[in-house]
């Protein structure tokens, strides 16, 4: 496979997903072994719960895998955007919770997943600077890399979404 756009300067990710605490893992869409080789991350029943904020045709997960879809941007985001956020993360922190093997993913498994994973650890009771550590050590230096969304989980996605609603005409 050719190697992909990198965003942002940043390396592919070395792993298809990484767990971050046991059973929240983080992942993409797209992986670099150690010989350079760019691979697709297709999810197959590996767990019990497949969040995607991006999405590619044939990555799965196997049809009757819970798969929930919210497509938003590496980017800044609406309000409605982060509490869809939210959400999700606490539908995440809630499958953690009940023993499922949980995966959220992006493009490359570094900004969005990150935002979502982070919030799912402040949902499970972990500190902000804390989730976002946890982030960098398990899945890569790189994610995060996005400060829109560090700022995010630094905030907090409750104040986020009520200062982004306010720049929101009526």
Same mark, same amino acid.
């Given at each position: 496979?050719?190697?992909?756009?990198?965003?942002?300067?940043?390396p592919? =990710?070395?792993? =298809?997903?990484?767990?971050?605490?046991p059973?929240?893992?983080?992942?993409?869409?797209?992986?670099?072994?150690?010989?350079?080789?760019?691979? @697709?991350?297709?999810?197959?029943?590996e767990?019990?719960?497949?969040?995607?904020?991006f999405t590619?045709?044939?990555?799965? =997960?196997?049809?009757?895998?819970d798969? @929930?879809?919210?497509?938003?941007p590496?980017?800044l985001?609406?309000?409605?955007?982060?509490?869809?956020?939210?959400?999700?993360a606490?539908?995440?922190?809630?499958? $953690?919770g009940d023993?499922h093997?949980t995966?959220?993913?992006?493009?490359?498994?570094?900004?969005?997943?990150?935002?979502l994973?982070? @919030?799912?650890l402040i949902?499970?009771?972990?500190? =902000?600077?804390?989730?976002?550590?946890?982030?960098?050590?398990?899945?890569?230096?790189w994610?995060l890399?996005?400060?829109?969304?560090e700022?995010?989980?630094?905030t907090?996605?409750? $104040?986020?979404?009520?200062?982004?609603?306010?720049d929101?005409?009526s």
């Open positions: 496979m050719k190697t992909r756009h990198k965003s942002r300067g940043t592919e =990710p070395q792993a =298809p997903w990484n767990e971050i605490v059973g929240l893992w983080m992942g993409g869409h797209y992986w670099m072994d150690g010989l350079g080789e760019v691979h @697709q991350a297709v999810v197959d029943r767990f019990e719960l497949v969040i995607s904020l590619c045709p044939d990555h799965g =997960p196997a049809p009757d895998v798969h @929930q879809v919210a497509e938003i590496d980017d985001l609406t309000s409605a955007q982060l509490s869809t956020v939210q959400q999700l606490r539908y995440a922190a809630r499958s $953690v023993g093997r995966l959220v993913r992006c493009n490359a498994g570094f900004n969005r997943s990150g935002l994973v982070g @919030q799912a949902e499970l009771g972990y500190e =902000p600077t804390t989730a976002i550590d946890l982030i960098r050590q398990r899945r890569s230096p994610a890399n996005n400060r829109i969304f700022e995010y989980l630094a907090g996605l409750d $104040v986020a979404c009520l200062l982004t609603s306010l929101t005409p």
